[in-house]
């Protein structure tokens, strides 16, 4: 029997989007712009240390990490947020396998339906009450998962109208009361903004007050356009360096271009990573050793992220020259996501998408795919994502045809 909660959840975007193409063939040769699955080589010395360490292949992973990965992933965020020695030690800090996992597997720590309500791994003596789980909207849908199949309700914040508060959400106190989880994602996915240094202040203090767990999203924080996205760390270290109801999240997916390793990390509330160890040694599969060599090798380099990054900002200034004449355009901030306005292509954005495909061969995913509420904004109805992946070349000529898309 399948339960229940799996029937809410909707088909996974990307299975929806195969669905809505079905056998329609491309109007052009296909340009695949719909997975955020980062196309530049990742640095040659990953397959090197992974070579060197392959004696790790026959071992069990230690899912706490290992001395080198923790002391690589730690002086990274020291280095990265100018954090004081210490203030993230080794045992706040756990290897995820993507961090996808664990922003999903949290949900089976912290809501209800999950450990906290049938004793509290949290040692919180579970929650009584009614669980909300805040959440961006449009989102990446895993954390919608993680509420609808832990019980819980989620409560989505329009994001596009959080620009004017740095990131953050304006919302009843009532609803951070009733709130057990809050995902807060930086550079966010699908529009690419920021959430301020004050605005993740303010998102931690209202966290603690509310005693909400803060969730930081912050897979993008190294594809960024002019400014270094601000991390919820440095929020935490200017009040004080108390990592308490916050936890963040990060991965080198995007910023080493290694979405295969499956290799990232989530560090913080020492309580909660400790709860959240002991609930992984049940199940989780462990990052592999010549992974985690690997990926403390990619944290330890910032060359080839700088790299990358130049890379990035190449294909945003392609996107700006030839879309950037178009009522709605946005240059991102952060991530490679145009959040394009397709108003006035077709009737709704799942419409443009089918057109872009069957008339162009362009595959891009529409909005509405990544919705969370109902009443989601009438201004992000006719977004269609765009991931900035392919190569300059097929990125500009998929491009030029979705511009010489004629309206509807
Ligand atoms: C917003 C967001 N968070 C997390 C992830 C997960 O990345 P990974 O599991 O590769 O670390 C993605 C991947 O696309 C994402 O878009």
Known sequence: MIPDPLAQLPDYPFARLRTLLGDTPPGKPPVDLSLGEPQHAPPAFLTEVLDRNADGWRAYPPVAGTPEWKAAVCGWLARRYDLPEGMVDPAAVLPASGTREALFALGQLLLPAGLAGTGGADGTGGTARA?????????????????????????????????????????????????????????????????????????????????????????????????????????????????????????????????????????????????????????????????????????????????????????????????????????????????????????????VALRLWAEQGVKVLPAQYMMVGSDSLPEDRMRLRIALVATEDRLGEALERLNSLQPA
């Open 131 to 351: 669980p909300l789980v805040i959440m961006p909207d449009p989102a990446y849908l895993p954390y919608l998962g993680a509420a609808v199949l832990n019980g819980a309700t989620p409560w989505p914040v329009p994001w596009s109208r959080t620009a004017a508060t740095g990131g953050f959400p304006s919302l009843p106190d009532t609803v951070w009361e009733q709130a057990r989880m809050a995902y807060i994602c930086s550079p966010s996915n699908p529009q690419g903004t920021l959430v301020s240094r004050e605005g993740w202040r303010r998102l931690v203090e209202k966290a603690r007050a509310t005693d909400t767990i803060l969730i930081a999203d912050e897979c993008y924080s190294e594809i960024y356009d002019r400014e270094a996205p601000a991390g919820v760390l440095e929020a935490v270290r200017d009040l004080g360096g108390s990592l308490k109801n916050v936890l963040v999240l990060n991965s080198l997916s995007k910023r080493s271009n290694a979405a295969g390793l499956r290799s990232g990390f989530i560090a913080g509330d020492p309580d909660l990573v400790a709860a959240f160890a002991r609930m992984r040694a049940y199940g989780a599969a462990g990052m592999p050793r010549p992974v985690q060599a690997a990926s403390a090798a990619l944290w330890n380099d910032e060359t080839h992220v700088e790299e990358n990054r130049a890379l990035y900002r190449r294909k945003f200034d392609l996107a700006e020259k030839i879309l950037g004449h178009r009522p709605g355009f946005r240059r991102p901030e952060g991530g490679f996501f145009l959040w394009f306005d397709a108003t006035g292509l077709g009737p709704s954005s799942e419409a």
